[in-house]
């Protein structure tokens, strides 16, 4: 759905600009002309898209995922010419501006919104991510993937910590899909923030034998389990 609406975004600037352009006597050879102008930002949004990521949401925080830089790198890139995601980064920001304009228009659109929450996630404006995952989250009745999106968006925002509101999407989002591995973590973290270090550990150690092996939310799952044992031992040792 977001690449359809991405596409139908990317025409709509299409056919504004061909029929923009002045015609001329010249007429098979400048239609043909402003068409191939034309079709340039329907090609744009479609390359664009393959960098702000795939629908399906990927099973590993946003904080722990190697693409995503932190505020400071992609502050740094913006006015960065030599830096090689400078370019794919002036594009997704046009992009979003335009979608910006779109969203002041309409403001009911859903997809408009997830785009703009992945796409500024993508340059490292979380804040502006987190408020426009919550408009989408509330557009779409509550879905649950986008609940953990947002919690996942909302924890990164926070350093790692789970407030309130993160809980709830959590929870929501586990009731909603008791097998999706990302809420499955999540609600481990909850356990362990919330000093239930052997609650914690049983449902990360259930979690982790569920993960394909190649999946990166292994590592950042092993590490937490390790921590909660050595934690355990510690205990056991002064006790």
């Not at 830089?69 to 010419?81: K, S």
């Not at 239930?196 to 979690?207: E, G, I």
């Amino acid at each position: 759905m977001i690449w359809l609406g991405l596409t139908v975004l990317a025409c709509m600037v299409a056919v504004a600009i061909y029929f923009s352009m002045p015609k001329t006597k010249d007429q098979p050879n400048r239609s043909v002309g402003r068409a191939a102008i034309a079709v340039v930002p329907v090609l744009a949004a479609i390359g664009i898209y393959s960098f702000l990521g795939n629908p399906t949401l990927p099973a590993q925080p946003y904080a722990d995922r190697d693409g995503e830089r932190n505020l400071a790198a992609a502050a740094a890139a913006a006015g960065n010419v030599t830096d090689p995601n400078y370019k794919t980064d002036q594009q997704i920001r046009k992009l979003l501006n335009q979608i910006v304009l779109s969203l002041e228009v309409n403001p009911r659109n859903l997809q408009g919104w997830i785009v703009l929450a992945r796409g500024s996630l993508r340059l490292g404006n979380v804040d502006r991510a987190v408020a426009a995952f919550a408009r989408a989250y509330a557009l779409s009745g509550h879905n649950p993937l986008l609940a953990i999106e947002y919690a996942d968006t909302r924890i990164t925002s926070q350093n790692g910590e789970i407030d309130s509101t993160s809980r709830d999407l959590v929870l929501h989002a586990l009731g909603q899909m008791p097998n999706h591995l990302l809420a499955r973590y999540y609600y481990g973290m909850m356990l362990k923030q919330n000093d239930k270090s052997a609650q914690a550990l049983r449902v990360l150690q259930d979690l982790y034998r569920d993960i394909p092996k190649d999946d990166p939310l292994g590592n950042a799952t092993e590490s937490v389990i390790k921590s909660l044992q050595e934690n355990g031992d510690q205990k056991v040792e002064t006790q």
